[in-house]
């Protein structure tokens, strides 16, 4: 598929600090920022934006977590590609004990996030698994105003640094799961699955009514979509569809996943692939059902597995990108230190070096899609010609800097430098 949809050339034009046209005069064009977002998990950087310096302090992430050496070199390959972060908000861990929630180190963190120009999402807000254990033995009623007292603090809290939620997380499974006894899905197996989502929509968006608010799901299949037609015919306003496509067993290759992107895009929503992986090591045997089951005690990664993992990243992204719904790609991990289940998913080793996929993404979205330092000259009225991936540019003449936005159906601009 082309991303050409991405694209667009805008005139711009130049105007001096009293509105004078800078009329055939060099200015300099550069791009700040994608509008698509491309995003991955902050989970390994919370301990370096609350300068935390032991172990201890820093294993309270939900799913593992990279270790403190190296944290540093880590955010700087982070920040290299991503501009957007997944921050973890499973209630059993953000509030193991109830009424302390981990608010402060999270908000920390989110404020690290957007200092350097990064937008925060929080994931998520109802989830059946990693409920508290606290809530078990609590009447159903209880609960439920429970688990409606944590969405509004969490949205409301967050307000203004984190505008964007999964508000819930795997609804098909949620009233029938079975691995481990808790409060919330024996909430939803009384209530439902549509007023469980009904319950987290209306909490979040009253909390924040600008907030992006994500139904979020692994369950890929014809259940999923039953239930996203039963939710808009009930009236409850999503804001995107989130689709996780861990691939431990493999790539499953641009036919499967752009027919399934087609399914989902039929309602009209944008699409936000919400946890993506991809494996540069031995894959999961395909017999495994439930990923959390295959247990091993090393996973490396490998050379032929490194340079699969760097083909797949660069079809995976271009298609995803060539598709007009998707709207944000979310990879699950930057380093295999700590990774989810111990799978070599990350694009950077064990020992804090880049894989050829990290090179080969960075070639896609700081490369090929990308507008470099780049001298332009303005025309007899002041105009020059940007043509670039919608998001943000910087436009430099005289050694002072605007700023411009380019996005569909842009076509004339007119920027002030001063």
């Known amino acids: 598929m082309s ?8 005139n711009v034009r130049v105007l001096d600090a009293r509105g004078e046209p800078l009329r055939d005069t060099d ?5 700040r920022r994608h509008a698509f977002a491309f995003g ?5 950087l919370i301990p370096l934006a609350n300068a935390e310096t032991t172990e201890d302090a820093a294993s309270r992430a939900a799913f593992g977590g990279a270790s403190l050496e190296g944290l540093t070199s880590l955010s700087e390959h982070w920040l290299e590609l991503f501009n957007t972060a997944t921050l973890p908000f499973y209630w059993r861990g953000f509030e193991p004990t109830e009424g302390v929630p981990d608010t402060e180190r999270l908000l920390t963190t989110a404020h690290w996030f957007a200092d350097r ?8 807000l109802t989830w059946h698994t990693l409920a508290p254990e606290w809530l078990l033995g609590r009447p159903d009623a209880e609960v439920e105003k429970l688990q409606r007292g944590r969405i509004r603090r969490e949205v409301s809290n967050f307000s203004g640094v984190i505008d964007t939620w999964d508000a819930i997380n795997e609804v098909v499974i949620m009233p029938v799961f079975t691995a481990e006894e808790n409060a919330i899905t024996r909430l939803a197996r009384r209530i439902g699955r549509i007023p469980m989502i009904r319950l987290a929509f209306t909490e979040a968006r009253e909390a924040n009514p600008a907030a992006t608010l994500i139904l979020n799901d692994f369950d890929l299949s014809s259940a999923y979509e039953c239930l996203i037609e039963g939710v808009l015919e009930a009236g409850i306003q999503v804001d995107a569809i989130g689709l996780q496509t861990h691939m431990h067993q493999g790539y499953w290759g641009e036919e499967k996943m752009l027919a399934m992107v087609d399914r989902f895009a039929r309602y009209g929503l944008p699409l936000h692939l919400t946890e993506t992986t991809l494996l540069s090591g ?10 959390n089951d295959y247990q091993i005690p090393s996973w490396p990664s490998t050379p032929d597995g490194e340079a699969r993992q760097a083909d797949e990243i660069e079809r995976h992204y271009r298609s995803l990108v060539g598709h007009p719904a998707v709207q944000a790609i979310n990879y699950w991990g930057i380093t295999d ?3 989810w289940l111990g799978a070599p998913g990350g694009l950077i080793r064990s020992d804090g070096t880049p894989k050829p996929s990290f090179d080969a993404l960075k070639s896609l979205i700081k490369g090929e899609w990308w507008l470099p330092r780049s001298r332009l000259r303005t025309d007899a009225e002041g105009r020059v010609a940007v043509s670039g991936f919608f998001g943000d540019y910087a436009i430099d003449a005289h050694g002072s800097t605007a700023s411009v936005t380019l996005a569909a159906g842009t076509t004339d601009l007119e920027v002030r430098v001063s």
Do not use: C, S, W, Y
């Open 3 to 10: 991303v050409d949809h991405r694209r667009t050339t805008a």
């Open 27 to 31: 200015v300099t064009v550069e791009q």
């Open 40 to 44: 991955n998990i902050g989970f390994d």
């Open 117 to 124: 120009g990064v937008t925060v999402k929080g994931h998520p």
């Open 282 to 291: 031995d894959l999961m045997p395909p017999e495994i059902v439930d990923l």
């Open 337 to 339: 230190d700590g990774a």
